[in-house]
């Protein structure tokens, strides 16, 4: 056993993910399409021990002793089952992106800890294994696996609900201009949100049209047709957040600077910027543009004072093993 | 032929209205149930005169020659089927309220004008049958004609899809309390936005459940329960504004202060005020608190820079004529 680190980006979903069929498997109630965001990354290292009487986790430096500790404890053990691994594993991982705030920072870390954990183990297993190991780990997580435009499948078995790129980082030249209104940890996690969503009188009804819309995302990307792929992925973006905000209780992830700036993005596309918007679980902005577009679209979410910051991410790769050492 | 000045109140819906199954008869896709709003109203004089040659409007002590006028004429054109009228009509409207930012100006509008222009026809028509002409000028404006609590029925025929009241004004001593966080006119008025309720996928699902809703929120308003009132009626709200903003093209009715408001509104319920929202197909945020609480919230309301103003009503009478003279 040894010590292996990875690199996983995160990835913004233009066909959301909300809601499990099994919620313990994170087996998804339909299935999602995801651009990997480059330089938007988690690397993390795992080093299996003999010596160690326990799992430990540290994060961006600090050490996690509650529920981020337990929650990677659990997917240790997934990986001791699969791998047939006795030990106990440290692991360490950091983002370069803030944290619990809407930009898939549980997708970047499961893929991320999952490569890196097969890697210490010396283990070759195949990138289909690896995202349905990761999707148990964070559903979103399977396509942070796979490199830049990726499709993760919903089924009834764990084999079967994996996922698989459907387009190189080249396929498409668009951009996700992320705008940052707030650095805090969401209120409600993920987690327990997609376990809410069939609370929703809604929640059918998205899933029932989830495929179809994913057939037309996917369309539009292949044929780079901007303003297809605007009108489904703001589209299915607003589904998943009247999803959220019709759950008992409900869940408002939107803050008043997320509405302004959704306002501003319609606005400047009817003006003729090629730029849309989509929203995860949580108050930040993803503005998704034409690369020509994106300088003029983050000049302008900078200069609103509601923006913190701004984050630039183009198409990214799958994760990757940066370093093994097996003695 | 004579001349009438009837008034009537705004009303705001708790369970709402949304989306028909016959845009020209405006029969509702489902029940609805509200409560006049005492004290924000409109007053309407309709002069029925022999040596006119066309019909007029003036709104607010201002001649309306454009959509507003085509509206009223086709209204005095039911009135004048159904009462055998040959003579074209004055009519002239106030309302003490801001016009067209989700207080149901139209509401109140086509109930005093039905009302107004019955009575100076000399016509007895009984509140029933005055409810369903309302209708065809407005679908809320049939609710502002019984008093007090107000239910109307969706129905598939005419004469069946009425408004009735199953409760005065004294049967539950609520209050709305009305922040306005804008006074403009709203970008899609709400006839436009009922027609296009059914392109939107979760409509169905919103509709289904509504008889339901309407069924506990009665109840609740019957047996002076807050909380069961508070969390139908804001789940109700939600899910219309989710049909609103996944239908095609999306319709947004929210500003950025309308969700600062509505997270206060849900905080403070949290923190023990008795105090729910709803938002019709406008921004502003009716605040539905029980008398006690009323102060409190419209103080806190105020104190916010992005509130413009705030009204306060309490349940309101029926439609009235006010005055008659018929030569």
Redesign the interface.
Known sequence: MGTATARANANIAFIKYWGNRDDRLRLPANPSISMNLGGLFAETTVRWEENLTADSFGLNGKEDTGAGLTRVVAHLDVLRRRLDIAQFARVESRNNFPTGAGIASSAAAFAALTVAGAAAAGAQLSERELTTIARLGSGSASRSVPTGFVEWYAADAHEESYAESFGTPNTWDIVDVIAVVSKAHKPVGSSAGHQSANTS??Q???V??AEERLRQCKQAILNHDFAAFADVV??DS??M???M??S?P?L?Y???????I??SVRQWRADGLRVCYTLDAGPNVHCICVREDAAVVSERLRASSEVLDVLIAPPGDGAQVLTVSIP
């Open positions: 009188d809604l059918t009804a998205r029932a049209g703001e589209h607003n589904l957040h009247a999803v905000m019709t008992r409900p408002f939107w803050l008043p600077p997320t509405l302004m959704m306002d």
